[in-house]
């Protein structure tokens, strides 16, 4: 019987993760509100406080911001099963979507409406990069160091055909370093 | 063996990406510059379908992805590639919650990590941008790590995609009605005029 039930816990939680995934338009920061309705009201999952930890939490570990966030409300609910499954579920309707989407844009590609529309939006990503970094900007580059920081690994990154990991590496020892050497003139 | 592959090169993606989605996007530009399974141009309109359609943008980019190099198996093995690093970093981050949230290397980490995450993607839109609006090249020689200005073939600048680009920097930053309204509605709009003034042959 408890087998059962577990079983059915994590049901519920791949379903209403799922849920979530195709209900987040846009990214993890349009999460947000669906997280609190569905995980803290309706739910009950945790509590309002224990979910912004979690999303703050997400965002300054590596990888997608509602995976990370997904991965922590479900193993709180159900353990490290728990924790996979809520992952599994929030990826699961892209999975289904963009597979579906990718076959069929791959069949209309040489439409000549197809690629001139493609040009296009080409010119609409350039616009929503450009902000998305605008905005950025202004969290992460807070004083003199931090803009030296995004100044060198901009022109590291476009001018070196070295993988990103490298600054990524080299940019937390240096985080490190800077605050250590300003506690020790402190 | 590409499966192999691909999931390790998402699962490098998913440990070292921080901050997003977006900041994705320097790593799959990296990809496709070192295994030759796409070209930038392919990447864009991967990321404007990605951000068109539900789910989080990094997920659908890294099954779109997936999806161009080994169909269906390429998008399951990259979105598993890409969230594994999340998982365990997780379940490792939650059952010392208490420590990680008050550890002043993990905050003194991220002072750094942040500008420099924001310095990768500001790269990748400096190159996508030479890549849809000028005919600029940068490339390495083979073997080099530095790389060097090229002009491609046609004008320098690709005068109607300035135009339409300088107009949805209006529209998306400073038009109140319209700067609040979901990307699709640009990318909708951006796909009509370059059907209407056939942007593919400038």
Not at chain 1, 142 to 147: C, L, P, Y
Not at chain 2, 78 to 102: D, K, M, Q, W, Y
Not at chain 2, 148 to 156: D, E, I, N, R
């Amino acid at each position: 019987m408890k087998e059962q039930n577990k079983f059915q816990a994590l049901w519920v939680l791949f379903w209403t993760f799922a849920k979530m995934g195709v209900m987040t338009f846009g990214g993890g920061m349009a999460m947000l509100p669906i997280l609190q309705r569905e995980v803290v009201d309706s739910k009950g999952w945790a509590t309002e406080e224990e979910l912004t930890d979690y999303y703050a939490i997400g965002q300054c570990t590596p990888g997608i911001i509602a995976v990370n966030t997904a991965t922590f409300i479900g193993q709180k609910y159900g353990g490290i099963s728990g924790g996979i499954v809520a992952t599994l579920g929030v990826v699961f309707p892209s999975l289904v979507i963009i597979s579906i989407l990718a076959g069929l844009i791959s069949n209309f590609a040489d439409l000549m409406w197809v690629k001139n529309a493609f040009a296009g939006i080409q010119v609409c990503v350039c616009v929503l990069i450009f902000n998305a970094v605008v905005k950025l900007l202004k969290k992460s580059v807070v004083d003199k160091r931090t803009a030296v920081i995004f100044v060198v690994v901009l022109a590291g990154g476009v001018f070196l055909k070295v993988s990103p990991v490298w600054f990524v590496i080299g940019a937390a020892l240096t985080g490190i370093i800077l605050k250590n050497l300003e506690a020790k003139r402190a | 063996m590409i499966l192999l592959k691909l999931y390790w090169e998402f699962f490098k993606t998913g440990l070292f990406a921080v901050g997003g989605g977006m900041a994705t996007l320097p790593f799959l530009q990296a990809i496709g510059e070192s295994t030759g399974w796409y070209t930038y141009s392919d990447l864009m309109n991967m990321l404007a379908v990605s951000e068109s359609t539900p789910g989080p943008i990094g997920i659908n980019m890294a099954t779109y992805v997936g999806y161009r190099v080994a169909n269906v198996p390429g998008a399951v093995i990259a979105t598993l590639g890409e969230v594994t690093p999340s998982i365990i970093v997780i379940l490792i981050v939650a059952a010392v919650l208490h420590s990680f949230r008050n550890n002043q290397y993990v905050d003194h980490a991220f002072y750094g990590l942040r500008p420099a995450s924001t310095g990768l993607i500001g790269a990748a839109c400096v190159a996508v941008i030479l890549e849809v609006l000028t005919s600029v090249q940068l490339v390495a020689p083979e073997g080099g790590i530095l790389k060097g200005v090229a002009l491609g073939p046609g004008g320098l600048l690709n005068l109607p995609g300035l135009l339409l680009a300088g107009v949805l920097l209006v529209l998306t930053n400073w038009v109140k009605p319209v700067k609040g309204l979901h990307p699709i509605v640009f990318i909708g709009l951006s796909a009509v005029v370059g059907v209407l003034f056939g942007f593919a042959n400038p």
